[in-house]
């Protein structure tokens, strides 16, 4: 097959707000061949990734994402892996190059899963998908009643597993922060998983970072993700070495395989979140599970926004029997809501496993979506290189 279209649309809520809500715009990438279709998510700003794919050649390494991708094979995963390949030796000094490719990258693993009739997890070499316990992804409240209340609502929605993160957390003092997390041990029980993000607001401060570490204790936290930046591996294993009871975790800034790696190698982490959207597409994830399995490290995707992202999300791990917690989002925008017909919904035991269908195993539901989609123009020398395509 012959990669013949590929297709952005942006799309976002009337109103987007500074809140750390990852939903309130997207960008949908679909992907024509061979009579197929398939469809995919980049987790970056639409904008840029767009214009990653169309730009105009500044020089031999930075070529537009397009150059490596229209007109190439896709005859199996081998394909997916050699584009990729191409993406990254000749868009090379594109930074938002790994973004823009991860969407086309879902897209083509839906694609050639439509073609096999087989879902992703299965030609990735997985027999069966294993059950996942979802936990709860919100955000902090702005007070710690608010915390509570999120917690509660979390708990009476059938979740055993909620993750809190953002909000005011680490911006004022650690007795501050301690109030939120026993609210929102209180509000889940005590039988609850409970994890914390921070969202790297501690940048490199490690002493900053271990002073919350009694309260996480005492809330029993699972987790702490993400305390400093995805690149600050010395302040990571340091926190993790003065940590025993709180595992530390990160990766979704990971854009590379060797970012997620050295996080794991250096930074100590316990356990290893990685973006399909960010880090390239289902095939790097999919390494770095395997290299998480070798080093004793859990595996955890990342996902805050739709379900067609929470798909492939679930596919590099899906086999993986040990490791069970996945990322599910709890409270997205109206717009994450609309993007697939048939979500990815919790059986009666509260767990989810990755859709046994061929491709990712969701429909995009292309009506609902027409309401979001932003009207983008891009124009260099006074010709169009980019316009809204139809979504028809």
Not at 81 to 98: H, K, Y
């Amino acid at each position: 097959m012959k990669i013949e279209a590929v297709d952005f649309f942006y799309l976002s809520m009337p109103d987007v707000t500074i809140a750390a809500d990852g939903s309130q715009d997207a960008l949908l990438v679909r992907v024509a061949a061979g009579g197929h279709i398939g469809w995919g998510e980049c987790e970056a700003a639409p904008l840029p990734s767009i214009a990653a794919f169309v730009c105009p050649m500044s020089h031999g390494a930075c070529r537009p994402v397009a150059a490596s991708v229209l007109g190439a094979t896709l005859d199996g995963p081998e394909s997916i892996t050699r584009i990729g390949a191409r993406v990254e030796r000749d868009s090379m000094d594109l930074l938002q190059a790994a973004h823009t490719f991860s969407g086309i990258e879902m897209a083509l693993w839906d694609l050639l899963g439509q073609h096999r009739q087989l879902p992703v997890w299965k030609m990735l070499g997985f027999e069966k998908a294993t059950s996942k316990i979802p936990y709860a992804s919100l955000l902090f409240g702005d007070t710690a009643d608010e915390t509570l209340a999120r917690a509660r609502k979390a708990l009476a929605d059938g979740f055993s597993a909620v993750k809190f993160g953002w909000g005011p957390i680490g911006t004022l003092d650690a007795a501050f922060d301690a109030d939120h997390f026993v609210a929102a041990r209180e509000g889940i029980g005590n039988d609850g998983h409970l994890m914390v993000d921070v969202g790297q607001i501690f940048v490199e401060d490690i002493e900053a970072a271990a002073a919350r570490l009694p309260a996480l204790e005492q809330a029993r936290a699972h987790w702490l993700e993400e305390p400093f930046s995805g690149h600050a591996f010395e302040a990571y294993a340091d926190l993790a070495a003065r940590s025993p009871n709180v595992g530390i975790a990160g990766g979704e800034a990971a854009h590379n395989i060797a970012m997620a790696r050295h996080l794991m190698d250096f930074g100590k982490v316990k356990f290893v979140q990685i973006d399909c959207g960010r880090i390239g597409g289902i095939g790097p994830a999919f390494e770095v599970a395997q290299l998480a399995q070798v080093r004793g490290v859990t595996y955890v995707n990342h996902t805050f926004t739709t379900h067609l992202a929470l798909s492939a999300s679930l596919q590099p791990f899906a086999g993986i029997a040990d490791d069970r917690i996945c990322e599910y989002p709890a409270n997205p925008s109206a717009l994450a809501l609309a993007v697939v017909a048939n979500p990815i919904t919790r059986n009666l035991a509260g767990e989810v496993f990755a859709p046994d269908a061929p491709g990712l195993g969701v429909k995009v539901d292309t009506d609902a979506l027409k309401p979001y989609l932003v009207d983008t123009e891009i124009k260099v020398g006074g010709k169009v290189i980019y316009a809204t395509p139809s979504l028809g």
